[in-house]
T-cell receptor
Framework: EAGVAQSPRYKIIEKRQSVAFWCNPI?????LYWYQQILGQGPKLLIQ????????DSQLPKDRFSAERLKGVDSTLKIQPAKLEDSAVYLC?????????????FGNGTRLTVT | RKEVEQDPGPFNVPEGATVAFNCTYS??????FFWYRQDCRKEPKLLMS???SGNEDGRFTAQLNRASQYISLLIRDSKLSDSATYLC??????????FGQGTRLTINP
């Protein structure tokens, strides 16, 4: 089974620029998550999709972050404009079901550096 | 109180030792629990799922205490390759997943 695919692996941008990340979940996984992980901390949920609908985006800074999963498969996360504090690893994860017993499977992340 | 609290460590133990660390959670509606391990500069990988009172997988044992709202992870006969950060993740009735900050473990030769 192919894992969660993310690209790019690394991105360096200047503050106030825009950046986009892409994620393709495991085939058949209905639920997709975007997490932000700052060095030394656990992952923090930004947004959760069930198919192409948003389940939870309460922690997404909507003034600068946006995400979509238009066809219910792959997803993009965008930051516009970026701030220095957005430097982090952005992890995409998927799970087969939106159920309490369904674990998450992570992609290898995109490491963003904002200068 | 934080939703999920873990002792950040670092825990430094010799190879072959037994080590245990706890994770406390505040959401009493949490139904499932997951332990993930995360190697330096890598993504979290699922280590173990806990749906009832505990789970055992080889050298790893997780025990859940719902009354006191904590879950522990025990590693026996530790190997150098066990060096990683261990993340505790309760999953609540609202299906939210909140990660702890992780416990950093280093196994020394």
């Amino acid at each position: 089974e192919a894992g969660v695919a993310q690209s790019p692996r690394y991105k360096i941008i200047e503050k106030r620029q825009s950046v986009a990340f892409w994620c393709n979940p495991i085939s058949g996984h209905a639920t997709l998550y975007w997490y932000q992980q700052i060095l030394g901390q656990g992952p923090k949920l930004l947004i959760q999709f069930q198919n192409n609908g948003v389940v939870d985006d309460s922690q997404l800074p909507k003034d600068r972050f946006s995400a979509e999963r238009l066809k219910g498969v792959d997803s993009t996360l965008k930051i516009q404009p970026a701030k220095l504090e957005d430097s982090a690893v952005y992890l995409c994860a998927s799970s087969r079901f939106l159920r309490t017993d369904s674990p998450l499977h992570f992609g290898n992340g995109t490491r963003l550096t904002v200068t | 109180r934080k939703e999920v609290e873990q002792d950040p460590g670092p825990f430094n133990v010799p190879e072959g030792a037994t080590v245990a660390f706890n994770c406390t959670y505040s959401n009493s509606a949490s139904q499932s629990f997951f332990w993930y391990r995360q190697d330096c500069r890598k993504e979290p990988k699922l280590l173990m799922s806990v749906y009832s009172s505990g789970n055992e997988d080889g050298r790893f044992t997780a025990q859940l205490n719902r009354a006191s709202q904590y879950i522990s992870l025990l590693i026996r006969d530790s190997k150098l390759s066990d060096s990683a950060t261990y993340l505790c993740v309760p999953r609540g009735g609202g299906l939210e997943l909140v990660f702890g900050q992780g416990t950093r473990l280093t196994i020394n030769p």
